[in-house]
């Protein structure tokens, strides 16, 4: 990881320097006040993947033509439901005209966000 104030590769440690907690090397940190010093290895945590499908399931065949109604039966344009996914307008354009299969992930926001059924068995 990279010292947050001289970019070095190094070991950080938390500490407040005038007023901004930051994560900095040993001799940074002699700038401000250390706020704790780690012991031993440090945590490092991984993203857990929320939304990954464990059971073997298919996308349905018209998986665009069913998001594209569900979207209008909302009465939400493609920009707006973008934005609630968190997705390019374009992306939501692609995948309406089938030409682009969803991953996993965009398929439960999907689903939940428009209340809709994507994937069978």
Do not use: H
Not at 58 to 70: M, S
Request: aromatic share 6%.
């Amino acid at each position: 990881m990279r010292c947050e104030v001289c970019g070095r590769e190094a070991k950080l440690i938390r500490a407040e320097i005038e007023g901004a907690e930051l994560l900095v090397c040993s001799k940074c940190a002699s700038l401000g006040k250390p706020l704790y010093k780690p012991e031993g290895k440090s945590k490092v945590f991984v993203r857990r993947d929320y939304f990954k499908i464990e059971e073997p399931f298919v996308l349905i065949e018209n998986y665009g033509e069913v998001i594209r109604k569900a979207r209008e039966k909302k009465g939400l344009t493609r920009e707006e439901l973008a934005k609630k996914l968190f997705e390019k307008e374009s992306v939501l354009q692609r995948i309406e005209a089938n030409e682009l299969e969803p991953s996993d992930a965009l398929v439960l926001k999907l689903e939940k966000v428009l209340g809709i059924t994507l994937r069978e068995q």
